[in-house]
């Protein structure tokens, strides 16, 4: 199974990026997908996950993150607005299966800066 993410970049304060991420491989029943982040000189940390139609999200991101995903295709998307030089960091995209294996793609640079 290989998580392959996508979407990171420059933005400036204020304003929005989308993440998607697509699991491949042989992938057996999905409970969960998110995102996770880490800025430099901290712990990863949760961003937005869904699971089986239930999302839950960091407070810092609550009202400015949209987390959806494509069940047929085995996407997870991460809608980002309002951004905050906070919200700078690598972006995770991670997986949980129905048998609680794990799995994490390689990461997105996400810079907010003027």
């Known amino acids: 199974v290989q998580l392959q993410a996508s979407g990171g970049g420059l933005v400036q304060p204020g304003g929005s990026l989308r993440l998607s991420c697509t699991a491949t491989g042989n992938i057996r029943s999905i409970y969960r997908m998110g995102w996770y982040r880490q800025a430099p000189g901290k712990q990863r940390e949760l961003v937005a996950t869904?699971?089986?139609?239930?999302?839950n999200y960091a407070d810092s991101v609550q009202g400015r993150f949209t987390i959806s995903r494509d069940n047929a295709k085995n996407t997870v998307d991460l809608q980002m607005s309002s951004l905050e030089s906070e919200d700078t960091a690598v972006y995770y995209c991670h997986m949980m299966t129905t048998s609680y294996f794990n799995y994490w793609g390689q990461g997105t640079q996400v810079t907010v800066s003027s």
């Open positions: 869904l699971t089986g139609g239930v999302t």
